[in-house]
């Protein structure tokens, strides 16, 4: 073999060597990161389980959920619990389709009125119809390991008789993300809101709400 051959086999080895490695960053990336995405929860076509033992409300004003600035914004958040849990990151190439406020509130809105119950407006309702406001906590895609991640949401709800706090709860529920990127997260999260959901509507329908 010649110094001129040589050489030339050492560059094509050189070149298919970096392209091999630009062809797996570039998977890597794709897996956690998958290009500009849009998410929201998806259709809440099956309905929330109910029996004769927790019927609901028959009605409910259902005022618009509140919480911190970030989830007043279409950005998706996560944190890395194993390596820097006091700080939240955001996705830099995916988004939800709306603020996380405004998509929960639809979600349990939705979640109610499936369970049996007229939800109204504030503006809406007559004197005397109980009123749902709720806070969340906490709405985040959090990982444990660079493989593992759960979707949470943390949200406190009170019921109100006019001016009077007929009772409070806090609901925490957490599901398992079966991908550890922003897809992931997203369906983890739409998952972790229904069955936090499902849990609020057994608890409304213990409560017993004075006639006015």
Not at 95 to 108: C, F, G, K, N
Not at 173 to 184: E, N, Q
Request: hydrophobic share 45%; charged share 15%; net charge positive.
């Amino acid at each position: 073999m010649n110094h001129t051959t040589h050489h030339t086999l050492a560059r094509l080895l050189m070149a298919a060597t970096l392209g091999a490695a630009v062809l797996l960053a570039g998977c890597s990336s794709t897996s956690r990161n998958p290009g500009n995405a849009t998410y929201d929860f998806g259709p809440a076509t099956a309905p929330v389980p109910t029996t004769a033992a927790f019927a609901p409300l028959p009605a409910v004003v259902v005022t618009d959920i509140t919480g911190v600035a970030a989830l007043d914004s279409e950005r998706m958040f996560y944190r890395l619990n194993y390596a820097d849990p006091l700080r939240t990151r955001s996705y830099a190439n995916s988004r939800w389709a709306s603020t996380p406020l405004s998509m929960v509130t639809q979600r349990i809105k939705s979640r109610i009125a499936q369970s049996g119950a007229k939800v109204l407006t504030p503006t809406d309702a007559s004197t005397g119809v109980p009123i749902l406001r709720m806070e969340i906590d906490d709405f985040t895609h959090a990982f444990d390991s660079q493989a593992q991640s759960f979707g949470q949401i943390v949200l406190r709800a009170s019921l109100f008789q006019g001016h009077k706090l007929i009772d409070q709860r806090t609901f925490d529920r957490k599901t398992s993300a079966g991908s550890a990127d922003a897809g992931g997260g997203a369906s983890a999260l739409a998952a972790a809101t229904d069955a936090a959901a499902a849990d609020m509507i057994a608890w409304l329908a213990t409560l017993q709400v004075p006639r006015q």
